[in-house]
């Protein structure tokens, strides 16, 4: 049974950073594409940033120059490294996987239940 957890969420003053991990089981996770959604309060989910299972990665215009995807194989663990957050930043972020390449479309198989990050002005 594939479990996909997130960690890592808080509240962070505007200018700080935070480090999101998720942490993925029950499937091969070097096989795997992996990305970062996010649901602000009132909007729809949208995709932060993906790396496929060759290593390459994308990011939605938000988070350039700011946000940080990688992951660990050895960990079986991704990572969102959030740096000069703002208030608009405020929203449930989600890691998610899939055999397939997906990158920002938010069609992948599977989900985890979400970290709350929270910017203060």
């Known amino acids: 049974q594939v479990q996909v957890v997130e960690s890592g969420g808080g509240l962070v003053q505007a200018g700080g950073s935070l480090r999101l991990s998720c942490t993925a089981s029950?499937?091969?996770?070097?096989?795997?594409?992996m990305a970062w959604f996010r649901q602000r309060p009132g909007k729809e989910r949208e995709g932060v940033a993906g790396?496929?299972?060759?290593?390459?990665?994308t990011y939605a215009d938000s988070a350039k120059g700011r946000f940080t995807i990688s992951q660990d194989n050895t960990k079986r663990t991704l990572y969102l490294q959030m740096n000069d957050l703002k208030p608009e930043d405020t929203a449930m972020y989600y890691c998610?996987?899939?055999?397939?390449?997906?990158?920002?479309?938010?069609?992948?198989?599977?989900w985890g239940q979400g970290t709350q990050v929270t910017v203060s002005s």
């Open positions: 029950g499937l091969t996770f070097d096989d795997y594409a």
């Open positions: 998610a996987a899939d055999p397939e390449v997906r990158w920002l479309l938010p069609t992948y198989e599977y």
């Open positions: 790396i496929d299972n060759d290593g390459d990665i």
